[in-house]
């Protein structure tokens, strides 16, 4: 998949036959067993649901005709059996073509009996005398941003549980600690920690209750850096400044353990790959009016809504180690410069998202 727009998401709302011959190719890649597109009708116009359209597969010679259930995003276990059930109903068997399955929704989907087939080349089907079974294919970037556009938003996309997301991942020690600390560490409620991990638990994204573990940390965080700038940012105090010398930063004495760099600034730290034409500052909430007030008079800041300088609440309490850092948790440095939408930046984030997924 070469850029976000090849696979659009109408396409799953009004399945047509392009799209299934796209599910099909992504599918053959690495297949043995020949599989192809024989026959395709899309969903009458009268059909209360548009998107059961219907289509013909030959799996090694043998034709299989489906009931295509056409869906941008499965986010639960739930939804997986909401659609196995339809199949009673049909004359066809149910093939369910989505953008990406996680391979716990994908056990789900075999538990159930619910052909599959993904954009990531993950495919559940059988035919007379045929059975091909493909799991565990990751997406790449582009189609989990895909997913993630489709739907309505999980619990796990509210601004609480990106809080408490955030920590998890950033100090993956914390997920098994008592609700309590998550809770303190995150800023949330503590009622709030069961509905996560539930949520994400029923998602495929977290295993186990006494011991938990993600189970996909690259995809939690990509949705994770998506979310961010829509649900959590906008709750967050943000205010810009300009100072009298583009190069301040360089010199700024930050209060310790109550202000951390991102975006620009941390990137550069990280990498050494940027130089910084913008400033991103996370402050304690608490310390924040004494910290504007010292930088504003030793830097000459002034408030200005076009500034290059944003400062922004902290909104985590992890560890004394990583509090003492300069820069904030690489993942947030990551969401910051994917939200400038600076091609400059682009490369450097890709740079951190590869130095994340190998410590994952």
Not at 3 to 22: A, H, I, K, S, W
Not at 235 to 240: E, I, S
Not at 257 to 276: D, F, I
Not at 328 to 351: G, K, S
């Amino acid at each position: 998949m070469n850029n976000g727009n090849q696979y659009e998401l109408p396409n799953f709302d009004r399945p047509t036959e392009t799209l299934v011959r796209q599910l099909v190719h992504a599918a053959t890649g690495r297949l043995s067993v020949p599989l192809r597109v024989i026959g395709f009708r899309p969903a009458r116009r009268s059909v209360a649901s548009s998107r059961e359209a219907k289509v013909t597969l030959e799996v090694n010679g043998v034709t299989q005709p489906y009931t295509l259930a056409a869906r941008g995003r499965i986010k639960s276990r739930e939804e997986v059996r909401a659609i196995a059930a339809k199949g009673v109903a049909e004359d066809f068997p149910i093939l369910l073509a989505t953008a990406y399955l996680t391979p716990v929704l994908a056990d789900e989907c075999v538990e159930q009996g619910l052909q599959f087939i993904d954009l990531a080349g993950n495919l559940y089907v059988h035919a007379p005398g045929q059975h091909v079974l493909v799991t565990g294919r990751p997406a790449n970037p582009d189609i989990k941003r895909l997913a993630l556009r489709s739907g309505k938003p999980a619990v796990s996309a509210s601004a609480s549980a990106l809080r408490m997301i955030f920590v998890l991942v950033s100090a993956p020690e914390l997920i098994n600690r008592p609700y309590r600390e998550i809770a303190s560490s995150a800023g949330v409620a503590l009622g709030a920690v069961g509905s996560v991990f539930d949520d994400l638990r029923e998602r495929g994204m977290l295993a186990g209750t006494d011991d938990r573990r993600l189970l996909d940390p690259a995809a939690l965080r990509e949705e994770w850096a998506i979310n961010y700038s829509l649900r959590l940012l906008p709750k967050l105090n943000v205010q810009r400044f300009t100072a009298s010398d583009p190069s301040w930063w360089q010199h700024a004495q930050l209060p310790a353990r109550q202000a951390w760099w991102s975006g620009e600034v941390a990137a550069a730290k990280l990498t050494g790959q940027l130089r910084p034409a913008s400033q991103t500052l996370y402050v304690e909430p608490a310390a924040r009016p004494a910290a504007i007030m010292a930088l504003a008079k030793r830097h000459r800041l002034r408030a200005d809504p076009a500034g290059t300088l944003e400062i922004i609440d902290a909104f985590w309490h992890l560890d004394e180690a990583r509090m003492k850092q300069l820069t904030v948790p690489p993942l947030l440095v990551y969401a910051d410069l994917q939200r400038t939408r600076e091609p400059r930046n682009a490369e450097v984030a890709m740079l951190i998202r590869d130095q994340l997924e190998k410590g994952a």
